[in-house]
């Protein structure tokens, strides 16, 4: 169960059940590698998270190690496994959580006449019985059990009614009510939510969770009106990454709750001064960059351009914020150090950006940290961001950028030499190309030689002036799968050829992970 004293509609305390390792990880280009996983897990876990969606078991076998490996490290938050009804499915989950402190298995099933009659081909009755099945089943193998009646915004009342009592009773101890193509409004889910306290006659024997998809833009707004009705468990993602539009924001949901106390007075577990790191890091290992205006996290969330709001703000902050950019983790991007900084310099600013390298991956950011101050004037907080979020990001990569040397100008053609270290072999080729990009990335194919196709570029500035860091992000894709790679240098052409690399080791992880051989349910990972 979670913890005592939370998850009842009396208390007002809100569980946040954090999915970003899971239903994040199905936003298309958005793969983790273990160790990415792994690093995310344990931030979550020290910001206070009350659930942790490691993964999908039966999905792969690398989805299944993930599953493991983060049930083995992380200490206080439950962490918990996907598993459609079936048996295979829902024991593959117990097995990858039998190293859990504290495991849960969240087992789902479709429940709308659209999702019965199309995906699963079943009657309701026999939607009725899997439900029992495998809950029964499920809780048989662990007693912490969440059941999720998947679209069910879309489902008819009395049938959800039906649904939700029977996984009760056959031993769910939270039931989560999915807005699975986040179709729904907020006095509308508000309402689903109250409905079901109201009718579902056990419905006090578990906690009620929400589950809200971005499609509309609903998804925090939805999320809320659930509390507000009695959810005590709301699912949600760093960022809001998730499939297609995504899912309800945890930053927005914890953030609103603790500035609006007066209109929503619930608690929740989290260190909301550990919200911009968790940002960044998901940012930086999924390569997706985090919109400008997004709030709370986006870079512009905290700025203020015009005169008139700075000349509030400089009078009292209260006259334009409503939060403060500490309490989220946010400090001012200051002028920080130059090229005579040592090491314990460089150690205590990371611990107070908020990060804890290990001793191999602080010497290396150290050296690039070098690097870059001997190129640029200035160093801020921003450029050592976007450094130490790189190599963060190519923690176990096969393939390593060495070194590019690149002739570009208006008189072609551009020509570049690259030299790249792959699986320990160091190979070199020269390449042209229209133009210095191209035949960077021309370089690589020759070097890797591939089929993925070009998705995305996109180049921009991580501070101001002609010597800013360059972040660029690169997608490819190959067989239907998308990948992001990012890479951050002075020279764009450097980043660009470290955001390719980054997204071909993408690619590599993704290919090892639906192999044949490696057990999958391809349907399964886009459910
Ligand atoms: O959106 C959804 O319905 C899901 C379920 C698996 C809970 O992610
Ligand atoms: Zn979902």
């Not at 409004?185 to 109250?194: D, Q, R, S, T």
């Not at 968790?278 to 930086?284: E, F, I, K, M, T």
């Not at 993408?506 to 399964?524: C, D, T, W």
């Amino acid at each position: 169960m979670a913890d005592k004293n939370t998850g009842s509609a009396d208390s007002n305390r809100v569980l946040i059940f954090d999915t970003t390792l899971r239903d994040g990880e199905q936003s298309p280009g958005a793969s983790m590698t273990l160790d990415e996983k792994l690093q995310i897990a344990e931030l979550l876990d020290d910001m206070g998270v009350d659930v942790i969606e490691a993964g999908f078991p039966i999905a792969s076998n690398g989805d299944f190690e993930s599953v493991r490996e983060v049930a083995r490290v992380v200490k206080n938050a439950v962490v918990c496994g996907l598993a459609r009804a079936g048996v295979k499915d829902i024991e593959r989950a117990a097995d990858a959580l039998r190293g859990a402190k504290r495991g849960r298995i969240h087992t789902f099933l479709s429940t709308s006449p659209v999702h019965m009659k199309h995906k699963l081909q079943m009657e309701p009755e026999q939607v009725l019985e899997a439900v029992v099945s495998s809950v029964t089943h499920a809780r048989n193998l662990v007693d912490n059990v969440e059941w999720s009646p998947e679209d069910a915004t879309r489902t008819d009342h009395d049938f959800l009614c039906r649904c939700v009592e029977a996984a009760i009773k056959a031993g769910a101890t939270t039931i989560n009510i999915p807005d699975t193509v986040g179709y729904s409004v907020p006095a509308e889910y508000g309402a689903l939510i109250a409905m079901l306290r109201e009718r579902v006659p056990n419905i006090d024997q578990a906690v009620i969770s929400t589950h809200c998809h971005n499609d509309l833009g609903l998804a925090v707004a939805n999320s809320l009106s659930g509390v507000a009705n009695g959810a005590r468990q709301v699912e949600c993602t760093i960022n809001g990454i998730g499939e297609r539009a995504g899912n309800a924001a945890l930053e927005e949901i914890v953030m609103a709750l603790k500035v609006r106390q007066d209109a929503m007075p619930y608690e929740t577990g989290i260190d909301t001064t550990m919200i911009a790191r968790a940002s960044r890091l998901v940012a930086a290992v999924t390569a997706f960059p985090v919109q400008y205006n997004k709030a709370i996290v986006g870079q512009n969330a905290f700025a203020h351009e015009s005169g008139i709001h700075q000349d509030g703000m400089l009078k009292n902050n209260q006259t334009y914020e409503i939060m403060t950019p500490e309490s989220v983790g946010i400090t001012k991007s200051s002028l920080v150090m130059g090229k005579h900084s040592g090491r314990h310099a460089f150690r205590e600013k990371l611990r107070e950006l908020g990060y804890e390298l290990g001793q191999n991956a602080m010497e290396d950011a150290f050296t690039r940290f070098k690097d870059l101050a001997d190129k640029k004037k200035f160093v801020f907080d921003d450029d050592i961001i976007a450094l130490v979020d790189d190599e963060v990001a190519r923690g176990s990569e096969k393939i390593r950028f060495v070194s590019l040397r690149v002739i570009a100008g208006s008189t072609g053609p551009q020509e570049a030499t690259l030299e790249l270290d792959v699986e320990g072999t160091r190979k070199s080729v020269t390449a042209t190309g229209s133009g210095p990009v191209d035949a960077t990335f021309n370089a690589i194919k020759e070097l890797v030689p591939h089929d993925a196709s070009l998705q995305l570029y996109q180049v921009h500035a991580v501070t101001e002036g002609t010597d800013a860091q360059a972040e660029v992000s690169v997608r490819l894709e190959e067989a239907g799968k998308t990948v992001t790679g990012r890479g951050a240098d002075t020279d764009t052409l450097v980043a660009s050829a470290r955001a390719y690399v980054s997204a071909l080791n993408k690619l590599l992880v993704k290919r090892q992970r639906h192999a044949p051989g490696a057990e999958q349910a391809a349907s399964a990972a886009s459910e």
